[in-house]
């Protein structure tokens, strides 16, 4: 099994910085994406940010040239630096994991921590 255990969430005012960590456990394959998907109230949640074991980023286009994702493949973890935040990025934020096994994917999420950014 795999756990995801997030923190650095909180409360910071418009233009401000945060930043989130994510550590995974567990069964963790060498092919995988670990990222950060967000979900405002009342909304569907969004992929954020999400790197690769390769390296490779993919970023939503709201948050490009603001946030910046990076890991650290021996010790399992991912970060996310916020900065220059804005009133909408405000969601419970989630941890995720996607593995691939030959042909089987397998994803995971952490139990979410929440970023309010006031005006």
């Known amino acids: 099994q795999v756990q995801l255990v997030e923190s650095g969430g909180g409360l910071v005012q418009a233009g401000g910085s945060l930043r989130l960590s994510c550590a995974a456990s567990?069964?963790?394959?060498?092919?995988?994406?670990m990222g950060w998907y967000r979900q405002p109230p009342g909304k569907e949640r969004e992929l954020v940010a999400r790197?690769?074991?390769?390296?490779?980023?993919n970023y939503a286009d709201s948050v490009k040239g603001r946030f910046t994702i990076s890991r650290d493949n021996a010790k399992n973890t991912v970060l996310l630096q916020m900065n220059s935040l804005k009133p909408e990025d405000t969601a419970v934020y989630y941890c995720?994991?996607?593995?691939?096994?030959?042909?089987?994917?397998?994803?995971?999420w952490g139990q979410g921590t929440q970023v309010t950014v006031s005006s």
């Open positions: 995720n994991l996607r593995q691939w096994l030959g042909v089987n994917a397998y994803n995971y």
């Open positions: 790197i690769f074991s390769d390296g490779s980023t």
């Open positions: 567990g069964s963790i394959f060498s092919i995988n994406a």
